[in-house]
């Protein structure tokens, strides 16, 4: 009986010791799917700070190409207008930047040294550099001893030389080779991402399965030792434990993962704003300057047409296709600052429906029998606070590009009603109030890498020739002015809506602001003595130019602190005619400086900008756009004479 008792006991201790022993191996199992997981995660997150870090790298080696070659330009711009004009400071700041180009290439060489094929590409980078200089240094040396032949014979054959070409090649392949690492690496992180996401579910299945066989080992020794219950009790409160740690760690784990997605969310769309902005700025000031030497060349072309005798009719034509050659390119410009949100607009209210209504017969006949147009309204008593030529122009790009997408035939829509925003919806939108209008297409649809180039400038995905890439740029351009913010949904192979969300403007509490104009005098004015202010000489000398032709007696100032003096010893004076940005002193500041002396003297400012400043600075003067026709010029001085007059009999 005893032996029997003692063989039952030692049966009993052995069936103790395997199940201990299989928890045994299930604990440590336990303990390594969880330092898996936590390490799986660490490597995760390091392999995506290392991508992000590559990423950065080639952000800024792409910027460093972009700067250089910009700066590069512009030192020749300058070596040019040095030639032309021989004034040594022109001569200076072509120095300057040239060494700021240098610079440039330096801080790129360091950027991209790891890169053995892009070093080479430095390198020839740089030797070209270096030629270019040695044959620009000829012209500015001829230059400066006053050898303006040799200087403008250095100067033309510097524009042949082989090594711009080479500048412009290597630059741009280490651009594309930047942009090509770019892309590999954005890859290679959403490849890592999905690698720790597909890691983390096995080591999750293989931690359920654990969890189960620890549940059914339980159960076993639950039945085998019955008799032990306190012990078994124990056992159980420590299983609880167990899972409810193992839940724990994984709801962390989720946290982790969730907070990454969104962080790594908002860093693309700050990169995204930020690239926007400061393509913006760029496309701001060179629309800028286009301006100014687009007023240069109509105003040399009209003065030349002028002069031509009667019977130069080739000449004549020639002289016509420049000047409508220069239209167009003013016309550009209005839409690259309409991309830099620096054109000027007339907003007033807008009802959507009554808009898109009035525009179905243009979109009929633009968009051609094959598109079928459906319109929809939800009916809102708001309207839209917006200019209505740049909405009318939005709408029809939209459609344009609609009709495109689904290649001459489907169905389009274009959809208006009032949403409300606030929260996480607003997006970049101020909370509250906005119209809605949107244009869906039945067409291919974009990819996200699409989509996340569509508002560049100069970006298009139609053939060569079939498109500027102006179009939704100039939109989104517009939209974000006016207050408001585009949004595109698309899916490829289904469609695209493009939606702009633009501020409401209630018709039954707000009305449009009455603005009494001066009409301008009828008939052409009396020769008149006429202060021009200009830093630009070629500007300034093409406006005289114009002035002269016009029948009035100009005066010429290149720089607004010496305005003071020029009008003291004027004996007559019956207008001031002022550019608006101009080094140490703006147009509006000398204004207001000269304002004792100005008495009765007609103000017309000048400007090829519209974000030089709003109408309040220009206390509701007229301004005129830079480039101007000898018309517009005659029309504008009408105008600020008939301003100042109205003035003047409204105080007097």
């Not at 012209?139 to 070409?165: D, I, K």
């Not at 654990?210 to 078994?232: K, M, P, Q, S």
């Not at 606030?422 to 906005?434: I, K, L, Q």
Request: proline share 3%; glycine share 8%; net charge negative.
């Amino acid at each position: 009986m005893s032996e029997n008792r003692l063989t039952t006991l030692t049966r009993r201790l052995s069936e103790l010791d395997w199940r201990a022993g299989l928890m045994i191996v299930v604990g440590a199992l336990g303990i390594g799917v969880l330092a898996a997981l936590v390490g799986n995660q660490y490597d995760a997150h390091r392999q995506r700070e290392i991508a992000l870090d590559l990423q950065s790298d080639s952000y800024e080696a792409m910027v460093l190409v972009q700067s250089f070659s910009a700066t590069m330009a512009s030192a020749e711009a300058t070596l040019g207008r040095y030639v032309v004009a021989g004034e040594r400071r022109m001569g200076r700041d072509y120095i300057e930047q040239w060494r700021r180009a240098d610079g440039q290439l330096g801080l790129l060489e360091r950027r991209i040294r790891g890169d053995r094929e892009q070093r080479a590409r430095a390198a020839r980078l740089r030797s070209a550099f270096v030629a270019r200089g040695a044959e620009l240094a000829q012209v500015a040396q001829n230059t400066n001893f006053g050898r303006n032949a040799a200087a403008y014979a250095f100067f033309n054959e510097a524009r042949r030389s082989p090594h711009l070409a080479v500048l412009t090649r290597e630059s741009g392949a280490i651009f594309a080779a930047e942009r090509t690492q770019l892309s590999a690496r954005a890859g290679q992180a959403r490849a890592t991402a999905a690698n720790a996401v597909q890691e983390t579910n096995k080591l999750a299945i293989f931690g359920v399965l654990l969890a189960f066989g620890a549940i059914i080992l339980a159960w076993l020794n639950v039945r085998a030792i019955r008799d032990r219950a306190a012990a078994a009790a124990e056992a159980e409160v420590q299983r609880a434990r167990s899972v409810e740690m193992e839940a724990a760690v994984a709801a962390a784990t989720a946290g982790l993962q969730a907070e990454a997605r969104e962080r790594a969310a908002a860093e693309d769309k700050l990169r995204q704003v930020q690239k926007m902005e400061a393509v913006g700025q760029l496309t701001g000031g060179i629309a800028h300057d286009f301006n100014n030497m687009l007023a240069v060349v109509l105003g040399g072309l009209e003065l030349a047409k002028r002069n031509l005798p009667p019977d130069a009719d080739e000449a004549l034509r020639h002289i016509d296709n420049a000047g409508e050659g220069a239209s167009r390119a003013a016309a550009l410009t209005r839409q690259l600052l309409g991309f830099a949100r620096s054109e000027a607009l007339a907003p007033e209210a807008i009802e959507p429906t009554e808009l898109i209504e009035g525009m179905s017969v243009l979109l009929d006949r633009t968009l051609g029998e094959g598109i079928v147009i459906e319109t929809r309204s939800e009916g809102t008593e708001w309207c839209v606070w917006a200019d209505r030529v740049q909405l009318e122009n939005a709408l029809l790009n939209l459609a344009v590009n609609a009709r495109d997408a689904m290649d001459g035939r489907g169905t389009l829509i274009i959809a208006s009603g009032h949403v409300a925003l606030d929260g996480d919806d607003a997006g970049e939108c101020a909370p509250g109030d906005y119209v809605r209008i949107s244009v869906t297409d039945s067409g291919t649809g974009m990819t996200r890498e699409v989509m996340d180039r569509v508002f560049e400038p100069f970006f298009t995905t139609k053939p060569v020739g079939k498109g500027t890439g102006l179009g939704l740029s100039q939109i989104f351009g517009f939209v974000r002015q006016s207050g408001g913010e585009v949004r595109i949904e698309s899916t490829v192979g289904v469609g695209t809506t493009v939606t702009m969300l633009l501020p409401c403007h209630a018709t039954a509490t707000r009305t449009a602001p009455v603005v009494e104009r001066v009409g301008p005098r009828p008939g052409p004015h009396r020769a008149l003595d006429i202060l021009v202010v200009e830093d630009d000489s070629r500007v300034l000398i093409a406006t005289l130019a114009a002035l002269e032709e016009l029948g009035h007696r100009p005066v010429a100032c290149s720089d607004p602190l010496a305005a003071p003096r020029i009008v003291a010893g004027l004996r007559a004076l019956d207008l001031v005619m002022t550019d608006v940005l101009m080094p140490g002193q703006t147009g509006p500041e000398m204004v207001t400086a000269l304002e004792p002396q100005l008495r009765s003297v007609a103000i017309l400012y000048v400007t090829g900008y519209a974000g030089e400043g709003d109408e309040d600075r220009f206390a509701a003067r007229p301004v005129l756009r830079k480039p101007f026709t000898l018309a517009g010029l005659e029309q504008a001085l009408a105008d600020a004479i008939a301003f100042q007059e109205h003035t003047d009999a409204a105080t007097g």
